[in-house]
């Protein structure tokens, strides 16, 4: 009886020994070679995307942009009529996502609005 205890109590220590170290994410890869394959991915896509056709006028496309950190996606500029295209890697395959046009951020403050007083306040 008391072997059949150990044996349990043996299994519940590996158990919570291999869920501790999955949440703190101890199992997976170290975060240099993470991103050396990131890397390689990113050199695989350059020499997959460079030269396609555009799909607006039909002339070469170039890579402009890659990024595999966030969210698997790249951006392509025409040689022919300068439109810039963004793509996305899902399930090994590049799908256009839309014409990428290249907003810029807000960094001036817009002005505040004036309070509107009540006429009772005004007097």
Excluded at 38 to 62: I, S, Y
Excluded at 97 to 120: D, N
Aim: one cysteine or more; charged letters at 20%.
């Amino acid at each position: 009886m008391f072997e059949l205890y150990l044996l349990i109590y043996a299994c519940a220590v590996v158990v919570a020994t291999y869920a501790t170290l999955k949440h703190h994410g101890l199992l997976a890869k170290p975060p240099a070679q993470q991103l050396q394959e990131k890397a390689e991915l990113a050199e695989q896509a350059m020499k997959t995307l460079h030269g396609r056709a555009c799909p607006l006028c039909g002339g070469n496309m170039f890579v402009e942009a890659v990024d595999f950190i966030k969210t698997n996606t790249a951006v392509l500029s025409c040689e022919k009529c300068q439109q810039k295209t963004l793509w996305k890697l899902e399930h090994y395959n590049w799908t256009m996502v839309a014409p990428y046009k290249w907003t810029p951020r807000l960094t001036t403050k817009l002005p505040v609005k004036a309070e509107i007083k009540s006429e009772e306040e005004v007097k």
